[in-house]
């Protein structure tokens, strides 16, 4: 049977609840979202004793079937000051499923924070306790400590010095199948709002758990069956992802003209090749590390990777696109082997690397850097670790704070966070997303570069406003559905481009639950979700004057094609489904 967990992180209090009725059908993002807007008051401070952090498993989650192990972890943003949900993969997810645990709460805030204190789930209860060896430290020596003490099967869920430290970047690590805590609920600063519960890491041991249950295991291993056939026989999600990881877009988007470059001037970096997947699968192979892994068991895309110096020792993983995009051709940095030490820096300190590679090119812009230097950009981000660190203080704070303390007019924001790889004037219906998600800019709220560049599940021209609206808003619904059941986005590839995938998704929901799943009830599922993320962002104080992009995208033509952002904040309101 399926509990909530509460714990209250002042007292030390904690307690296993049945699932109340109207949270039964939800799972990771719906469940997230559904209790901050019924629980959390709009207008509370996001490092308060008021905001929660919930965590939750998607539907799907602990069960066999294919890339089903991503975690949405959900709070008020301090980042944007509205809804967040972030979504991770690792291991936590899978092994909290197992425990029957369909949502942790973390309530309150202790009087004294401290990051050095942990909390151990296990099939026998919770545990908090204290840690201070644990303080200061990176989130890779912090999981090496935990699993001493815990075991090498224990998931973790970490912050690091950022985290603890309450930057508005901060993010919340996961350990991988590998034990590494590159993994990452990244955006909007919720690492901040677990270190302001005075959490530095959850420790879930899985062992003597009951596992999920499934009511129909026949009927679910048929449609887990024809799922598989369905991800292998895509050539995005059964030969690019795996052969590059996600940067295989580096080149695809430089060729496009979409590819932002120092600090969103251009649309081409004139040393892409040099950053791209192909050349880091080269570099990865000539040096013996892993050109392919799953960032979570049951991952048959594996995206992911293992990138190594010239001693062959590992520096980082999940080496992604916008992570490789941002510290990059975003800076001008062109060096991968100083991108993949940003990367590790960003995974020790609990940073978002989006944020952090627009705040280092802000700071650049600034002149406290050269553009393209990345031994200064790695020595920028070290004085992170230092709590005591004004400048450490302002970067680990993101983009929009930056810019303000350094009085730099280009900073490339929607809601005080920052876009992600793609540029809006030339991938049009993405920049919808950016401008009307309630999650900040966020391209992973509605892909549409699917449609715009890949030429998956549609054709809209990227540079033309016809038809990016609508395509942004079922992108948006159907993403915010793919969050709940707890699908790894990437899986979207294949799901649009192939008839009857979404059955097939209907077909394993109604399985795993026992009650008929039909496809229009999913699709319900993602616009009730934006419908609970839009009316909290509009109790917090949220306008449709909030749905805009910085004036710059509207001013300045962007080279290649010089095309500029031409939506107005009226027409944007046509994307949403309030």
Not at 113 to 130: Q, T
Not at 144 to 152: A, N, P, R, S, V
Request: with cysteine.
């Amino acid at each position: 049977m399926e509990r909530l967990l509460r714990i209250n992180t002042n007292t030390g209090e904690s307690e296993f609840l049945d699932v109340p009725e109207e949270f039964v059908s939800l799972g990771g993002r719906a469940l997230t979202s559904r209790i901050i807007k019924k629980e959390v008051p709009a207008n509370a401070h996001p490092l308060g004793k008021h905001n929660k952090l919930v965590i939750a498993p998607g539907l799907l989650t602990g069960t066999p079937v294919a890339n089903s192990g991503r975690i949405s972890v959900g709070g008020k943003s301090p980042l944007t000051g509205g809804i967040k949900e972030s979504n991770s993969g690792g291991t936590f997810s899978q092994k909290m499923a197992k425990l029957g645990i369909k949502a942790i709460i973390l309530e309150d805030k202790p009087e004294k924070v401290s990051g050095s204190r942990i909390i151990y789930v296990s099939k026998d209860g919770v545990r908090l306790e204290d840690a201070p060896g644990l303080s200061g430290k990176g989130t890779y020596e912090r999981a090496k400590m935990l699993f001493e003490t815990y075991g090498k099967d224990v998931g973790l869920m970490l912050i690091g010095p950022a985290g603890e430290g309450l930057r508005l970047a901060s993010s919340i690590q996961f350990t991988d199948p590998k034990g590494r805590p590159a993994r990452a609920a990244g955006r909007g600063g919720l690492g901040a709002v677990m270190g302001s519960k005075g959490i530095g890491a959850i420790v879930i041991d899985p062992k003597g758990g009951d596992g999920v249950n499934i009511a129909d295991l026949n009927a679910f291993k048929d449609a887990a069956k024809r799922w598989i056939e369905i991800l292998k026989s895509h050539p995005v999600t059964s030969s690019g992802l795996p052969s590059y990881g996600t940067a295989i877009l580096i080149n695809i988007i430089n060729e496009a003209g979409a590819l932002p470059t120092k600090n969103f001037r251009y649309g081409r970096f004139d040393k892409a090749g040099e950053v791209s997947g192909e050349k880091m699968v080269e570099i990865i192979k000539n040096r013996g590390g892993v050109v392919k892994e799953g960032c979570h068991p049951g991952c048959i895309i594996q995206c992911s990777q293992a990138y190594v110096d010239e001693k062959g020792e590992y520096i980082t993983s999940g080496f992604e696109y916008e992570t490789i995009w941002a510290l990059g051709p975003n800076t001008t940095i062109d060096n991968l082997d100083h991108l993949a030490m940003l990367d590790r820096l960003c995974d020790d300190l609990g940073l978002d690397t989006i944020e952090m590679g627009n705040t280092i090119a802000v700071a650049m812009d600034a002149g406290l850097l050269p553009w393209g230097d990345g031994e200064a950009a790695i020595n920028l981000l070290k004085r992170i670790y230092n709590p005591e660190d004004y400048l450490g203080k302002i970067i680990g704070n993101g983009a929009a704070f930056a810019g303000k303390a350094f009085g730099v007019e280009r900073v490339p924001v929607v809601k005080g966070q920052s876009l992600p790889a793609y540029d809006p004037r030339s991938v049009k219906g993405v920049g919808v997303t950016y401008a009307t998600t309630p999650m900040g800019a966020d391209h992973t709220a509605g892909y549409a570069v699917c449609q715009n560049i890949l030429k998956v599940g549609g054709d809209i021209d990227p540079l033309k406003k016809q038809g990016n609206i609508e395509v942004s808003k079922n992108l948006q619904i159907a993403t915010a559905a793919i969050d709940s059941i707890g699908f790894c986005l990437f899986v979207a590839f294949a799901v649009l481009d192939t008839e009857g995938a979404m059955d097939t998704i209907a077909r394993l929901l109604s399985a795993k639950s026992g009650k008929e799943i039909t496809v229009d009830q999913i699709v319900e599922l993602g616009i009730n979700v934006l419908k609970d993320e839009l009316l909290f962002n509009v109790d917090a104080g949220f306008t449709k004057s909030h749905d805009r992009l910085p004036e710059f995208f509207e001013n300045e033509p962007l080279p290649p094609h010089n095309t500029v952002w031409d939506f107005s904040v009226d027409e944007l309101q046509q994307a949403k489904v309030l």
